[in-house]
């Protein structure tokens, strides 16, 4: 049986009449390409059914024009908007984007960035900046360049963008004691290994005690980041005595969950209980009432840390950190204390 040769890239340009470096340059970087030229190019692929040896150009050229992002996880709205801001913006720069996901075990974040590293990808995303020495170790053996994504805070002089979450921590608490509330509870995410989580509970309490109020180890509830978390932490702060007027969440999604229990036990929120968030995810402004939360731009994340990745890559000036503005949004889930 005769053996079918697959179509080259000459067969392309030659169905197409463009030269060999058009028919290459619509196929890598299409945006470049006049659209008649790209036009005739898509239509000979499509006739020939061609696809790129991405091993073949990767050896050729030393290159992969891949990035990678480790997130730790997918099951929270904001990373999922950051996620599709970083993909369209790194098609637009010419790079393609490899995802993974850790669910916050910093053992399986250093096997995905094995892998990755391993994969060849040019550089890397990360969420946070508290890792593991061993991520660093790797990153550095490998000369892969990288970006810190979601967070400013901790002590580190590696590239990153974000913002402040100990800031979004006052915001809110600064929020909560203008509406006369003095007996709070936070439903945090779990705080080992997850800076995030750290900052936004320094920065609620840090602000709570310049003004006389201490929250107390057992009003710190610890739960994960999914509303079941949320449901349990209410259920647990609504054994406290006293009992709370106002409970901060870490995440819109534990928020979402709070609230739930809040409408199955009959508690009238915001009459009864003031409940807020964090991230400003899409669902918030739907959900009844709307939650008040503080707001993270992370399709913005998304955008810069691919443009800061690829200017890194290419060796272009960077600055070390890029801030990301955040904003309190007030909307029916708070109210003054009853």
């Not at 945006?31 to 991405?54: I, M, N, S, W």
């Amino acid at each position: 049986m005769k053996k079918i040769e697959k179509p080259k890239l000459k067969d392309v340009a030659e169905l197409a009449g463009v030269s060999m470096g058009s028919a290459s340059r619509a196929l890598a970087v299409p945006h470049l390409v006049k659209p008649a030229t790209l036009a005739k190019v898509q239509a000979a692929v499509q006739e020939l059914g061609y696809v790129r040896d991405g091993a073949a150009r990767a050896l050729a050229s030393r290159r992969t024009h891949s990035i990678g992002a480790v997130f730790p996880t997918f099951n929270n709205p904001a990373f999922a908007e950051a996620v599709q801001a970083l993909q369209l913006r790194l098609t637009e720069l010419g790079y393609h984007l490899i995802i993974s996901s850790h669910e916050y075990d910093q053992a399986q974040e250093l096997v995905n960035v094995r892998n990755m590293i391993e994969r060849g990808v040019e550089g890397l995303l990360l969420v946070g900046t508290e890792h593991s020495p061993e991520i660093y170790e790797a990153l550095t053996a490998a000369q892969c360049p990288f970006i810190l994504m979601w967070s400013l805070d901790g002590a580190h002089d590696h590239h990153c963008v974000g913002f402040s979450n100990e800031e979004g921590g006052r915001l809110i608490a600064k929020h909560l004691l203008s509406l006369g509330h003095q007996s709070i509870a936070m439903i945090s995410g779990v705080v080992s290994n997850n800076e995030r989580a750290k900052y936004r509970l320094k920065g609620i309490t840090a602000q709570l005690l310049e003004s006389g109020i201490e929250l107390s180890s057992e009003r710190i509830i610890e739960q994960p980041f999914t509303i079941e978390g949320g449901r349990a932490g209410l259920r647990i702060a609504m054994e406290l005595n006293p009992k709370p007027t106002a409970i901060v969440c870490s995440t819109d999604l534990t928020c979402i969950g709070a609230l739930a229990e809040a409408r199955s036990n009959g508690i009238d929120v915001p009459k009864e209980l003031s409940v807020s968030g964090f991230d400003d995810i899409e669902f918030a402004a739907a959900c009844v009432p709307a939650l008040t939360t503080v707001r993270v731009p992370t399709s913005k994340i998304g955008i810069s840390s691919a443009n800061n990745i690829v200017a890194l890559i290419e060796g272009r000036p960077l600055a070390r950190r890029e801030r990301i503005q955040i904003e309190l949004v007030v909307r029916d889930s708070t109210a003054p204390r009853p």
